[in-house]
């Protein structure tokens, strides 16, 4: 079964607004999530290390400012993609790392700035 | 951080066996190997996973040669639905980063 549930699967918004992804551990608790950006046809980009309790941690290049990250709980990490353009129209995804060296990943959040 | 090569894009047709190799030059000694697929607007999924020698589970099979420095995911007798993108990562747990990935196109 799925191990990463992320929400809302696909999502509009208009130019300016901030929307909100989340990304939920099912059946263990994850200290740790990352987050990825996906462009169409492109491979996956690390983001951020998402901690509990903690600040995320930022790849180079990464607005830390533009896409807030909130680890709150053991389950849950959120991906807030603030003042949001055309631009940040992506596939993003979340992953736990389970086993010390497998990574699951959920399903994937369309955004799609208009 | 091991950075991976593998080739950008393979075809193959229903029914075949398909290798896909990736090169590791700089893999750690603690350094899993891991092989992703990818279909359009989905998460990537969990093939299988090695250290060394072979691996071999219900979809595929992991060829890891003694030096490690590469691996070949063997997919037997693949459908149409296994064209997907393919990612073989290197690394620890917290510290996987991606290629660009191979993609797969069988035809029938």
């Given at each position: 079964?799925?191990v990463?549930?992320?929400?809302?699967?696909r999502?509009?918004c208009?130019?300016?607004?901030s929307v909100k992804?989340?990304?939920r551990?099912?059946?263990?608790?994850a200290t740790t999530?990352?987050?990825?950006?996906?462009?169409?046809?492109?491979?996956?980009?690390?983001m951020?290390?998402?901690?509990?309790?903690s600040?995320a941690?930022y790849?180079q290049g990464?607005?830390?400012d533009?896409?807030?990250?909130n680890h709150a709980?053991?389950?849950?990490?959120?991906?807030?993609?603030?003042s949001?353009?055309?631009?940040?129209?992506?596939?993003y995804?979340?992953s736990v790392?389970?086993?010390?060296?497998?990574?699951?990943?959920?399903?994937?959040?369309w955004?799609t700035?208009? | 951080?091991?950075?991976?090569?593998?080739p950008?894009?393979?075809?193959?047709?229903?029914?075949?066996e398909?290798?896909i190799?990736?090169s590791?030059?700089n893999?750690?000694?603690?350094?899993?190997?891991?092989?992703?697929q990818?279909?359009?607007?989905?998460g990537?999924r969990f093939?299988?996973?090695?250290?060394?020698?072979?691996v071999t589970?219900?979809?595929?099979?992991?060829?890891?040669?003694?030096?490690?420095?590469?691996?070949t995911l063997?997919?037997?007798r693949v459908?149409?639905?296994?064209?997907?993108?393919?990612?073989?990562l290197?690394?620890?747990?917290?510290?996987?980063?991606?290629?660009?990935?191979t993609?797969?196109?069988v035809?029938p």
């Amino acid at each position: 079964g799925a191990v990463v549930s992320q929400h809302p699967s696909r999502v509009i918004c208009k130019s300016g607004t901030s929307v909100k992804i989340e990304c939920r551990s099912l059946d263990f608790q994850a200290t740790t999530m990352f987050w990825y950006r996906q462009f169409p046809k492109q491979s996956l980009m690390l983001m951020a290390t998402s901690n509990e309790g903690s600040k995320a941690t930022y790849e180079q290049g990464v607005e830390k400012d533009k896409f807030l990250i909130n680890h709150a709980s053991l389950t849950l990490s959120t991906l807030t993609v603030t003042s949001a353009h055309p631009e940040d129209s992506s596939f993003y995804i979340c992953s736990v790392v389970r086993g010390g060296n497998t990574i699951y990943f959920g399903e994937g959040s369309w955004l799609t700035v208009v | 951080l091991a950075k991976t090569t593998q080739p950008i894009s393979m075809d193959s047709y229903e029914g075949q066996e398909v290798n896909i190799t990736c090169s590791h030059n700089n893999i750690a000694t603690n350094d899993y190997i891991t092989w992703y697929q990818q279909f359009p607007s989905q998460g990537p999924r969990f093939i299988i996973q090695g250290y060394k020698t072979k691996v071999t589970n219900e979809v595929a099979s992991l060829f890891i040669p003694a030096d490690r420095k590469s691996s070949t995911l063997s997919l037997p007798r693949v459908s149409l639905s296994d064209t997907a993108v393919y990612y073989c990562l290197v690394g620890e747990g917290n510290d996987m980063r991606f290629g660009a990935g191979t993609r797969l196109t069988v035809k029938p």
